[in-house]
């Protein structure tokens, strides 16, 4: 089944997580069909701490790729932040 999910990146005890497109049988960090965007958690006062292709995540999910549990609440607490 092909998945949405975060592929975790940056330091050590400084995560940066990808938000890609990928087949739920490969590792968490392994191979990947195409990035959609980025999650920094430690984001302060002027970075950026979400970012994504909303287009290319809606035709993702139309296509029938199932976003992860951390992925969906992303998407939908930060589309409600900013307007349309």
């Known amino acids: 089944m092909v998945t949405i999910r975060l592929s975790r990146g940056g330091a050590k005890a ?3 997580y990808h938000v890609v497109v990928t087949n739920s ?3 968490r960090d392994g191979r990947f069909i ?9 984001a302060v006062k002027q970075d950026v ?6 287009d290319r995540f809606d035709y993702w999910v139309a296509t ?3 976003p992860s ?4 609440s992303l998407v939908k607490q930060f ?5 349309a």
């Open 14 to 16: 400084r995560p940066f």
């Open 49 to 54: 701490p979400f970012q994504i292709a909303r």
């Open 69 to 72: 549990a951390r992925v969906a």
């Open 25 to 27: 049988r490969n590792k």
């Open 64 to 66: 029938g790729a199932q």
């Open 34 to 42: 195409e990035r959609l965007g980025f999650f920094n958690p430690i």
């Open 79 to 83: 589309a409600a932040a900013t307007p």
